[in-house]
C-alpha cells in the first residue's frame, strides 16, 4: 500500500515535472514568435509582391518560387516539388449582370463561380426566378425554362460556427448551375457565400453534372441580393442581364512546394504541416490560404530558431490547387501510399488567421483522447478544446491512405466569410498578432506530437 501511494505519487511528480518542462518549453516558442516571427512579412511579400494564385495562372508559379525560398530560409534542410497536373480555368475579364425593370437598369455587383462557362458574346438577358432553396426549384420546375435562376439561400445565423452555414449554403454554388439547367434555365445567379454587409461578390468552385447542358453562373453581393430578392417580390417580370467570358483550358503543370526537416530517431515517420498556396482570384488570398502557409513555415522557423531537434521528420507543405480540386492533396496523399510512407500525423491551417480557439481531428478518437491531457498547455495562447470534427481538406486524403492522424487549426470564424474568396481577402485584413497566435499553438501541438509520439 505504501509502495502503492509512493508510486502515484512519483507518478504525479515526474508528470507534473513533465508538463512543467513543456509549458516551459512552448513559452519559448511563443516568446521566439512574438519577436522574431516571419509569419506577417512572408504574408506581405506573398499577398503584395505575388498577390492572386489562382491554378494555372502565372502567380502560381511564382508563388512556388517563393515557397521554396521561404522554406530555405525558416531552415528547411531539404526543399523540393512535387508535381501534380491542375485545372487551368481562367475569368476573361470581369463578368458583369444588370437587373433590368421597365426600363431602369441596375447594375450588380458579381463575379463568375470557378469553372464556370462564358455566356454566349454579348451575355443574355431572361426573365428572374427567386428560388430559395432546391426544394423550392423542384416544387416550381416547370416555371424554369428559359429563365436565369437566382438562389437566395443566406447563411443561416445561428450556426455561431459560421463554417457550417457555409456547408449548408455551399450546395446552391456548386450544385446550383445543373440543377436549373436541369429544367431549362439559361443562367444562374447565386447570393454569395458569406453573411458579412458589405457588397463583395464571393467566388469559389462549381461543379457541373455532364447530363445537363452547361450553363453560366455568378455569385451577386449581399447587398445586391437582397436588392434582388426585393424586386422579385414587388416588381412584375424582373429581368437579368448577365455576361462573362470564364472558361477552362487543358489542365496543367503544378507543384507542391515541400521542406523537410529530418528527424533524429525515426526519419522515415513523418509529420506533415501545411496550408495551401493556391487562391482564388478576386484579392491576395491573405486569409485564404496565405495566413496557412505562413503559419507552417513559421512552425519549422520557430522551432529551429529556439535550437529543437525533432524526433520524427517534420515536412511542410505548401499544396497546390486546394480551391479548385485538391488536385495538391491528392499527389501527396497517393504518392504517400504509394512509397509506402509511415505518417503519423497531418496537420493544416485553412480558416484564416484570426485568434486560434480549437483544434479538430480525423481519425483514430483514442489518439486524441490520450493526447487531450496536453489541452491545459495550449489554453494561454488561444486553444481550448480539441474536437473530433474533420480536418484540412488538404490533409484529409492523408488519413484516408495512410491513417494519419490528420487535423485542423480552428480559429474564431466569425470575420472568415466576411473575406473568402471576395475581394477584400487582403493583406490589411490579417492582424499580425492573431496570425502569430496561430503559429505559436501549431508549434506547440507539433512539438508535443513529435517529442512524445501519438
Ligand atoms: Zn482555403
Known amino acids: 500500500m505504501r509502495w502503492f501511494l509512493f508510486g502515484s505519487f512519483l507518478y504525479f511528480f515526474t508528470g507534473s515535472v513533465k508538463a512543467q518542462s513543456d509549458s516551459v518549453f512552448i513559452r519559448k516558442i511563443a516568446d521566439e514568435i512574438f519577436q522574431h516571427s516571419t509569419a506577417y512579412s512572408n504574408l506581405h511579400t506573398l499577398t503584395k509582391t505575388i498577390g492572386p494564385r489562382l491554378s494555372g495562372s502565372s502567380q502560381t508559379y511564382t508563388a512556388e518560387k517563393w515557397g521554396q525560398e521561404a522554406l530555405k530560409q525558416a531552415g528547411a534542410e531539404r526543399v523540393y516539388l512535387q508535381k501534380a497536373m491542375i485545372p487551368h480555368w481562367v475569368r476573361g475579364g470581369r463578368a458583369q449582370a444588370l437587373l433590368i425593370t421597365g426600363k431602369n437598369r441596375q447594375s450588380l455587383a458579381v463575379i463568375a463561380l470557378g469553372n464556370s462557362v462564358s455566356t454566349k458574346s454579348g451575355g443574355i438577358t431572361a426573365p428572374m426566378i427567386l428560388i430559395h432553396d432546391f426544394d423550392e426549384l423542384e416544387r416550381r420546375k416547370n416555371e424554369i425554362k428559359g429563365k436565369i435562376v437566382f438562389y437566395n439561400h443566406p447563411f443561416d445565423v445561428d450556426f455561431v460556427w459560421t463554417f457550417k452555414a457555409y456547408e449548408e ?185 484570426f485568434t486560434p480557439r480549437e483544434f479538430s481531428f480525423k481519425g483514430n478518437e483514442s489518439q486524441v483522447a490520450l493526447f487531450r491531457k496536453n489541452l491545459p ?27 494519419a492522424l490528420a487535423a485542423e487549426l480552428i480559429p474564431d470564424s466569425q470575420r472568415y466569410f466576411d473575406y473568402h474568396h471576395a475581394g477584400n481577402d487582403v493583406f490589411e485584413n490579417v492582424n499580425k498578432r492573431e496570425l502569430e497566435l496561430g503559429a505559436i499553438n501549431m508549434a506547440a501541438l507539433i512539438y508535443l506530437v513529435d517529442k512524445y509520439g501519438l
Open 169 to 353: 449554403a455551399v450546395p446552391y454554388r456548386a450544385y446550383g448551375a445543373s440543377r436549373a439547367a436541369k429544367y431549362g434555365a439559361v443562367g444562374a445567379l447565386v447570393r454569395s457565400m458569406s453573411s458579412s454587409t458589405d457588397n463583395f461578390p464571393h467566388t469559389g468552385a462549381m461543379i457541373y453534372n455532364d447530363s445537363f447542358p452547361k450553363i453560366p453562373i455568378l455569385a451577386v453581393g449581399l447587398q445586391d441580393a437582397d436588392k434582388l430578392a426585393a424586386t422579385a417580390s414587388s416588381e412584375k417580370d424582373p429581368e437579368l442581364f448577365i455576361s462573362t467570358n470564364a472558361h477552362a483550358l487543358p489542365d496543367t503543370v503544378g507543384y507542391n512546394v515541400i521542406g523537410e526537416w529530418k528527424g533524429s530517431e525515426f526519419p522515415d515517420q513523418f509529420i506533415t504541416v501545411g496550408g495551401h498556396l493556391d487562391s482564388w482570384d478576386p484579392a491576395e488570398g491573405a486569409q485564404d490560404d496565405g495566413a496557412g502557409c505562413v503559419h507552417s513555415i513559421e512552425v519549422l522557423r520557430a522551432l529551429k530558431a529556439i535550437g529543437y531537434k525533432p524526433k520524427h521528420t517534420i515536412r511542410i507543405v505548401l499544396f497546390t490547387d486546394e480551391e479548385n480540386g485538391g488536385r495538391g492533396a491528392s499527389a501527396y496523399s497517393s504518392e504517400a501510399k504509394l512509397k509506402n510512407e509511415k505518417h503519423i500525423f497531418a496537420l493544416e491551417s485553412d480558416a484564416g488567421g
Open 377 to 403: 498547455l495550449f489554453a494561454p495562447y488561444g486553444v481550448t478544446s480539441f474536437i473530433m470534427n474533420g480536418a484540412g481538406a488538404d490533409v484529409d486524403p492523408l488519413n484516408d491512405s495512410t491513417g
